[in-house]
């Protein structure tokens, strides 16, 4: 093939020598041009830029301008203009080292032929992307990108209150004069009016208390309590009412679940590999913990500093306060990958408690949002420096009696036999790396072919240790011919196979024997008996001399214990953390693996023991400060691509502070999100605790309020709520509840005035109440009340199966949850995603729900139980009548009207002579009350 | 329900088109605008987000059967003759990789390999009723994957991903295309006597909303009640049960009536009526003793015969996505005694996978249906030496995630045709290869979804079943 540019190439290259790229692409010869667009550039789009270009930027290089292509990948510069042999761009296409590109399909000899003349004279390109000066670098982008968030970004300014807006005057003076009073309903009237819309008016009584008992307990009233309210509907009623609400243990209960939303709550650690419990047993203690500090209304800047920190604050926290940090550990465990878990944690803290999308910065600087992976990698740091320690410590007694006495016996027999295991390994471990110590010696000096990569495998089915040989490998290494115990080892295995029985035989004469000469008299000793001929015999002399001193044998040697050359011996191959005498530690990585299997067993008897079976005592499920390290960044999020090592400190859009060099950080890091000036904080819980209350948050993206979240729609009421909750409400969420609750916002009904759906169809200006359909612990719990079975006084402890249908006693809050394995009902009904913080649930209607409705045997039972309970209530003198009127009432709160209760009839009357067993008639009418949207569905 | 649970490309079909498919005929389900999404922080109907969307581009397949070979089965048995392994019987190969455990000397395959079709494609004895479809048949021989661990590779081939949480390609699918049929599921997921490793894993919707997690069922199980949860009241007779239905309604339009204008309401409403349908609708998809003798006895009364013939039965009724796995646990890892173990397991396999295609291609519903058969990885060339990991005797292959073979028939892939090959020993994909991502990337393609268009935003960024990989192989597409 004919190469027109060929000719030209040489006498460019001729022509400009060494004098490198820069001058070139200034000002492209038009040879160099031509050659650029004519060849290079289709080659670069045509093979490269796919993958390297504007969609797609693998390892963190684009090949589609200039200045990219000199600003390289993650890994550093690609080409260096003018040089082949050190650019890596050029390596790559030749396949030279393991980067080979493209990956699929090498390059045409020709085309790799181009690129190489291409960087040969310069990298020349020409047109609008050939500039490569003014491209800022990474560091500096951020930088920037970082300063103006800072100025201008909404959630980044401090929140600050706002004069209250006046109310419009187009009000009816009766809205005038209710919604004078709430702050919030001065700027929600605002701008409702702003925007043309009428406020939909005040809920009725009984839809209003039902609201309100459901938004803050998670609970129905009781017909008589909503009868009570509906009789008198009081401003002052309502008031004794939210109290009474907020005040009650109901209410930690239901906002406890909220929050277990947000700590991506679950008892257990996701997948487990065969062999090992996948049960927490004690994340129990950290959900009651979360119900009892919201009972006692801890204020919101504490509660988060203990999850992060309890085990750090000054002064020391009681014990049971420590069960708050498991917000960090509650996660999944990933297989044991550590920077997955970290991971899991770097997200719960920043976009969980401060809507900020920090681990998106893991691979990549962020693409969007103020956060660099110099960030991330600072915050890993702080992470990395914590583990949960082996053995929780206990947060309470065991429960007394009987039971907890025969719960610790089992449990100290259980860790006996878990050690007694290890002891046996372990001695099994020394005692074969001993007997084959002479095997190791001479693989050290003559290494098995390894086709697989793995150490070799002896005729008598050992296989040798890498750990061991490594050990003993750098042993030897550093030992001197004049050592006394090596130094007769590192003379002669370095002999000629054939020379050796003759030259052995010449040093060892030289040894007298007693310590004279150096040589340690017993290596002297055996050396001279064995008379070692090959390397072989050499490595089994020194094979007896480490049995005697090592392991079971070590007896051998009784009576001499105090001889010196003994000691010394002793001293190199006989004690812990020698080659062959592995640290107790280490033994479990040498185990077979049908000891590691066994190991797993017995341990898996202890956690479920400690999981399943009554009276132990209840340990918090803490993180603990460990070794104190600062992490590298991870390039393209790879840990064996190692960037610059990263400062453990706070991000820089909050200030970038070091953390406390003695400690790991977390207490810097709490104290820093609930800092007087973080912006974020009070923000985003506002907004969570307003998302809760009106099934849409001020800002519609709650776990994102970086700059490519929703911006605010009432961005003053926002501010103006997140100030006030830290200065009148001192971080207190109960000031929090009441502050909406008790505007008139909150109490409207949810019909909206008809031409409002065309002004508001989404209800983003709060023009109305939505509609709701229960939680399904809501819903669950419901059905309990409903049954008159709720336990009331059954709180905290272990979980139970919420699916079982024989015993629905207990509130939903208090099952147990498999994370790796989600009951299809749950998911059903929409329950959160326990593997990430969730803000608000997603809400379906779909008719899996109502097949649940229809046929799951929970319903059936409740329905079997409303049906007693409504027997019972009526009495055997009880009419027909009267029991329909306690059904309706055990159901929906109410009493039927008169066609319900005749329609109800008709109904019964038709069932009669039906079968059915003891699923009759009344059992099928609750059924069927239980699964009407009245029940499911709030106004 | 923010806006992003649906995907950008999501377009309404029309209200008439949802009641013709749904066979609803209720008028006041017509005229309740049940299709208004209420756009942020309100509610989706199952109608919205199960209802059939547009792809991206035109689709060349409407459905998806994956059949798992769970446990990775040996290429080297099945689809990827190596001759030269006979060569070398016993004796060490040259450029031996590194897999789970330590394997020793080749091992040549104890199964005769043999042309089939006008292709002339190559089957092992182990797979004859698939063969007698080699035409139809793409044969990747250079798949690869990450590791050669069960875990990861078993989430990397569903969920795109060997350590993260993220939704399976079932989910993806369904929350990119909806699905035909709002009486069943959109993605049906099977397996005989309980989970595979990594359990729920492989087929749950992470963080798209739980409505696209595959629903799971139990084929070891042959009542149709036991298959499928809630399909029954376990007490109450149907016509009982209906009379109960009525009240319910009536109460509930009494409820509604009161209730000016609430799409939510309407939609409760309407999916209690579908509910009510798909008592029936999925009991009798998932009944398979609906079927004639002769059609029952093709596929064999054996859990994989009754699950392959309702992934057929499913497919004709519009679900979107169905797996269909060997079995609990891993069945194909036969680390030793591999001719006996892929004997068996072939032996249950190939029958009802050959029916199933013949069914498909005689319901002309193989021009748009996507059959993916394969595991999470291959076999070693080499045989695994004994162990204390329960290997007694060198009589089987470790895992091998260096090269694999899938296939594909149906949904507009080529037939009787081999993509790709492994080196001389089958150890590792050297032609063409084709990573997992590859695959997903064009299994999207050929449904119609762009795989880099396919995206849900979640924690401030948008994720996607290929991640940042994946081309495209538009060499498979007929």
Same mark, same amino acid.
């Given at each position: 093939m004919t190469r027109p540019w060929a000719n030209s190439l040489i006498l460019l290259v001729a022509l400009l020598g060494c004098a490198g790229g820069h001058a070139l692409a200034a000002a492209p010869s038009l040879d160099a041009e031509r050659f650029f667009e004519a060849k290079v550039r289709p080659l670069l789009v045509a093979k490269c830029q796919d993958c390297h270009g504007p969609d797609v930027s693998e390892a963190g290089l684009r090949l589609d301008s200039r200045g990219a292509l000199l600003q390289g990948s993650d890994a550093g510069a690609v080409v260096v203009p003018g040089e082949i042999a050190s650019s890596r761009l050029i390596r790559a296409i030749n396949h030279a080292d393991d980067m080979a590109m493209p990956p699929d399909e090498k390059l045409s000899d020709d085309d790799i032929a181009t690129l190489e003349q291409w960087v040969s004279i310069g990298a020349p390109w020409t047109g609008p992307e050939a500039e490569s000066a003014g491209?800022?670098?990474?560091?500096? #982008?951020?930088? =920037?990108?970082?300063?103006?968030?800072? *100025? +201008?970004?909404?959630?980044?300014?401090?929140?600050? %209150? @706002?004069? /209250?807006?006046?109310?419009?005057?187009?009000?009816?003076?009766?809205?005038?004069?209710?919604?004078?009073?709430?702050?919030?309903?001065?700027?929600?009237?605002?701008?409702?009016?702003?925007?043309?819309?009428?406020?939909?008016?005040?809920?009725?009584?009984?839809?209003?208390?039902?609201?309100?008992?459901?938004?803050?307990?998670?609970?129905?009233?009781?017909?008589?309590?909503?009868?009570?309210?509906?009789?008198?509907?009081?401003?002052? #009623?309502?008031? =004794?009412?939210?109290?009474?609400?907020? *005040? +009650?243990?109901?209410?930690?209960?239901?906002?406890? %679940? @909220?929050? /277990?939303?947000?700590?991506?709550?679950?008892?257990?650690?996701?997948?487990?590999?065969?062999?090992?419990?996948?049960?927490?047993?004690?994340?129990?203690?950290?959900?009651?913990?979360?119900?009892?500090?919201?009972?006692?209304?801890?204020?919101?800047?504490?509660?988060?500093?203990?999850?992060?920190?309890?085990?750090?604050?000054?002064?020391?926290?009681?014990?049971d306060d420590l069960a708050a940090l498991g917000f960090l550990t509650v996660g999944r465990t990933f297989r044991g990958s550590r920077n997955d878990i970290i991971d899991d944690r770097i997200d719960l803290v920043t976009r969980g408690l401060m809507g900020l999308t920090v681990a998106c910065a893991r691979c990549h600087d962020h693409k969007y949002e103020p956060i660099g992976t110099d960030d991330y990698y600072a915050l890993h740091g702080i992470f990395a420096s914590c583990e949960v320690p082996d053995e929780l410590p206990v947060i309470g007694e065991p429960p007394q009696g009987a039971e907890a006495e025969a719960f610790a016996k089992k449990l100290a027999r259980l860790q006996q036999n878990l050690q007694e295991h290890e002891a046996a390994v372990y001695d099994r471990v020394v005692r074969e790396a001993v007997s084959h110590a002479a095997d190791y010696l001479f693989e050290v000096v003559q290494p098995a072919a390894r086709p697989d990569g793995r150490p070799p495998k002896l005729a008598d089915g050992y296989e040798l240790e890498q750990l061991i040989i490594g050990r003993l490998t750098r042993l030897l290494r550093k030992a001197k011919p004049d050592h006394p115990i090596l130094g007769p080892w590192v003379s002669l295995s370095r002999l000629p196979e054939d020379a050796f029985p003759a030259k052995a035989g010449e040093l060892l004469a030289a040894d007298t024997g007693d310590g004279s000469t150096g040589v340690n008299q017993l290596v002297g000793q055996e050396l001279r008996s064995a008379s070692p001929k090959s390397l072989r015999e050499l490595a089994e002399?020194?094979?007896?001399?480490?049995?005697?001193?090592?392991?079971?044998?070590?007896?051998?040697?009784?009576?001499?214990?105090?001889?010196?050359?003994?000691?010394?011996?002793?001293?190199?191959?006989?004690?812990?953390?020698?080659?062959?005498?592995?640290?107790?530690?280490?033994?479990?990585?040498?185990?077979?693996?049908?000891?590691?299997?066994?190991?797993?067993?017995?341990?898996?008897?202890?956690?479920?023991?400690?999981?399943?079976?009554?009276?132990?005592?209840?340990?918090?499920?803490?993180?603990?400060?460990?070794?104190?390290?600062?992490?590298?960044?991870?390039?393209?999020?790879?840990?064996?691509?190692?960037?610059?090592?990263?400062?453990?400190?706070?991000?820089?859009?909050?200030?970038?502070?070091?953390?406390?060099?003695?400690?790991?950080?977390?207490?810097?890091?709490?104290?820093?999100?609930?800092?007087?000036?973080?912006?974020?904080?009070?923000?985003?819980?506002?907004?969570?605790?307003?998302?809760?209350?009106?099934?849409?948050?001020?800002?519609?993206?709650?776990?994102?309020?970086?700059?490519?979240?929703?911006?605010?729609?009432h961005p003053a009421l926002l501010d103006d709520l997140a100030f006030r909750f830290v200065e009148e409400g001192q971080w207190s969420l109960r000031w929090l509840h009441r502050e909406i609750v008790l505007s008139q916002t909150w109490r409207q009904t949810s019909q909206p005035q008809p031409e409002t759906l065309d002004r508001d169809p989404d209800n983003r200006f709060f023009s109305r109440s939505r509609r709701r359909r229960l939680s399904w612990e809501a819903w669950r719990d419901s059905l309990l009340a409903a049954a008159g079975t709720l336990d009331r006084t059954a709180r905290g402890g272990p979980g139970s199966d919420p699916l079982d249908a024989k015993h629905i006693t207990r509130r939903t809050l208090y099952s147990w949850l498999d994370r790796q394995d989600v009951p299809g009902m749950l998911r059903t009904f929409d329950v959160a995603n326990p593997d990430t913080a969730v803000h608000v649930r997603p809400q379906t209607t779909v008719p899996q729900q109502g097949l649940v409705a229809l046929n799951s045997p929970l319903v059936v039972e409740a329905a079997k139980q409303v049906a007693a309970r409504s027997a019972r209530e009526v009495g055997e003198q009880g009419s027909p009548a009267d029991r329909i009127t306690a059904l309706w009432r055990a159901v929906f709160a109410r009493s039927p009207t008169d066609p319900e209760r005749a329609m109800a009839q008709a109904w019964l009357t038709q069932q009669e002579g039906e079968g059915n067993g003891d699923f009759g008639p009344w059992p099928q009418l609750a059924q069927a009350l239980l699964a009407t949207a009245e029940f499911q569905y709030l106004d | 329900m923010p806006m992003n649970m649906l995907p950008a490309h999501a377009t309404r079909c029309s209200r008439r088109d949802l009641l013709t498919r749904s066979g609803l005929g209720l008028g006041w389900l017509a005229a309740s605008g049940m299709l208004h999404t209420d756009a942020a922080g309100g509610v989706e109907t199952s109608l919205g987000t199960l209802a059939p969307r547009a792809p991206h581009f035109p689709a060349r397949a409407k459905a998806v059967i994956h059949i798992f070979a769970n446990g990775g089965p040996s290429h080297l048995d099945t689809f990827d003759p190596k001759p030269k392994l006979q060569e070398y019987a016993g004796r060490a190969i040259p450029g031996a990789l590194q897999t789970e455990r330590r394997t020793g000397a080749a091992f040549p395959s104890p199964f005769r390999f043999s042309q089939h079709g006008e292709s002339g494609l190559a089957v092992s004895e182990l797979f004859p009723s698939v063969a007698r479809h080699a035409d139809r048949l793409l044969v990747v021989r250079s798949m690869r994957a990450d590791v050669p661990n069960h875990e990861p590779s078993l989430l990397l081939m569903n969920c795109g991903d060997g350590r993260l949480v993220r939704p399976a390609a079932g989910a993806w699918v369904t929350y990119g295309l909806g699905t035909e049929n709002q009486n069943l599921p959109g993605f049906v997921t099977m397996c005989p006597g309980g989970y595979p490793i990594s359990g729920t894993a492989n087929w749950r919707s992470a963080f798209l909303p739980g409505v696209f997690q595959g629903t799971y069922v139990d084929t070891k199980k042959k009542r149709v009640e036991d298959l499928v949860e809630c399909i029954q009241h376990p007490l109450l007779d149907a016509a009982s049960q209906r009379r109960q239905f009525e009240l319910t309604s009536a109460l509930d339009r009494e409820h509604l009536a009161g209730r000016r204008h609430d799409p939510q309401l309407e939609a409760r409403l309407a999916t209690m009526e579908l509910a009510w349908r798909m008592q029936f609708e999925a009991g009798e998809a998932f009944d398979v003793s609906r079927e004639p003798k002769h059609v029952l006895d093709r596929y064999g009364d054996t859990p994989h015969g009754r699950q392959l013939l309702i992934a057929r039965r499913l497919v004709e009724r519009g679900v979107r996505y169905v797996q269909v796995w060997h079995g609990a646990g891993q069945p194909w890892d036969s680390h030793s005694d591999l001719e006996k173990n892929h004997r068996k397991l072939a032996g249950e396999a190939d029958r009802p996978i050959g029916a199933l295609l013949e069914d498909l291609v005689g319901l002309g519903l193989l021009d748009d249906t996507l059959v993916l058969w394969g595991g999470e990885f291959g076999r070693t060339p080499t045989v695994e030496l004994p162990n204390d990991a329960g290997v007694k005797t060198p009589t089987g292959r470790d895992h091998n995630h260096h090269g694999f073979t899938v296939w594909m028939a149906g949904g507009g892939v080529k037939g009787g045709e081999v993509y790709g090959a492994t080196d001389e020993f089958g150890f590792k994909a050297v032609d063409k290869p084709v990573h997992v991502h590859d695959l997903q990337a064009t299994m999207l393609h050929l449904l119609g979804l762009d795989h880099k268009r396919l995206t849900y935003r979640h924690s401030g960024r948008d994720f996607r079943l290929t991640d940042v990989h994946g081309r495209v192989i538009t060499d498979w597409l007929a």
């Open positions: 491209l800022p670098s990474r560091a500096e #982008a951020m930088a =920037e990108r970082i300063t103006t968030a800072q *100025a +201008s970004h909404w959630a980044l300014q401090p929140p600050v %209150r @706002h004069p /209250l807006p006046p109310l419009p005057d187009d009000l009816p003076a009766k809205l005038r004069r209710e919604w004078a009073t709430s702050p919030v309903d001065h700027f929600i009237a605002a701008r409702l009016h702003a925007e043309g819309i009428a406020p939909a008016g005040p809920a009725d009584a009984r839809v209003l208390i039902r609201r309100l008992c459901y938004d803050l307990t998670g609970l129905p009233p009781t017909a008589e309590e909503a009868d009570a309210f509906a009789a008198n509907p009081s401003e002052v #009623a309502y008031r =004794e009412l939210v109290d009474r609400l907020l *005040a +009650s243990p109901e209410h930690a209960e239901h906002w406890a %679940r @909220h929050w /277990l939303d947000l700590a991506r709550y679950a008892d257990t650690i996701g997948y487990a590999f065969g062999g090992q419990s996948a049960k927490y047993p004690y994340a129990w203690t950290y959900r009651d913990w979360v119900v009892q500090a919201l009972r006692e209304d801890l204020p919101y800047d504490r509660f988060v500093t203990l999850q992060l920190a309890a085990d750090q604050v000054q002064p020391a926290v009681p014990r002399a020194y094979g007896r001399l480490i049995a005697r001193v090592a392991g079971e044998t070590a007896g051998a040697v009784d009576g001499e214990d105090e001889a010196p050359a003994v000691v010394a011996l002793r001293r190199l191959f006989g004690e812990p953390g020698t080659p062959f005498i592995v640290l107790r530690s280490e033994a479990m990585r040498l185990a077979k693996r049908s000891e590691q299997d066994e190991y797993r067993r017995r341990k898996r008897l202890i956690t479920k023991h400690q999981a399943e079976v009554p009276g132990g005592p209840p340990r918090a499920m803490v993180l603990e400060d460990t070794k104190l390290v600062d992490s590298p960044v991870f390039l393209r999020g790879n840990p064996g691509r190692r960037g610059d090592v990263q400062t453990r400190r706070l991000p820089t859009v909050l200030g970038g502070t070091v953390v406390d060099r003695s400690k790991s950080g977390r207490l810097d890091l709490a104290q820093a999100i609930v800092a007087a000036d973080n912006p974020l904080t009070p923000r985003v819980l506002v907004n969570w605790v307003w998302t809760q209350h009106f099934g849409r948050g001020l800002v519609a993206t709650p776990g994102d309020f970086g700059l490519r979240g929703e911006p605010p729609s | -």
